[in-house]
């Protein structure tokens, strides 16, 4: 079966930076060709928002709010996906998911099959 886990949040002051893990077990048993893994965040009071995507031939995309400031990278040997975040805003403060979808074509809005618990990044001083 497959399973994700995210970790690496904490607290963070404002400026500053942290790295996110996603641990993605599973995926490459299940047969297909390839697949996306996502991050999406979620703050108190505001709508789930996509942040960055990165796909098993190695494309990315990032969501306004953060581009030039996060980056996603992976390593598909181990089925690990990281997320630099560096300049970190309070606006920034969210549950961050990561997410799996079974194709290279992956949108925010398309449908993921796999959803693993979040992790909390808090950027205050």
């Known amino acids: 079966d497959v399973q994700l886990q995210a970790s690496g949040g904490g607290l963070v002051q404002p400026g500053g930076s942290v790295r996110l893990s996603c641990a993605a077990s599973?995926?490459?048993?299940?047969?297909?060709?390839?697949?996306?893994i996502s991050w999406f965040r979620q703050a108190p009071g505001k709508k789930r928002e996509g942040v960055s995507i990165?796909?098993?031939?190695?494309?990315?995309y990032y969501g306004d709010s953060v581009k030039g400031r996060f980056t996603i990278s992976s390593d598909i040997a181990k089925n690990t996906v990281w997320m630099q975040m560096d300049s970190l805003s309070p606006e920034d403060t969210a549950i961050y998911y990561c997410?799996?979808?079974?194709?290279?074509?992956?949108?925010?809005?398309?449908?993921?099959?796999?959803w693993g618990l979040g992790t909390l990044v808090t950027v205050s001083s």
């Open positions: 997410a799996a979808r079974a194709s290279i074509y992956c949108s925010f809005t398309t449908p993921y099959d796999y």
């Open positions: 599973g995926l490459a048993g299940l047969g297909y060709d390839g697949y996306c």
């Open positions: 990165i796909n098993t031939v190695g494309s990315t």
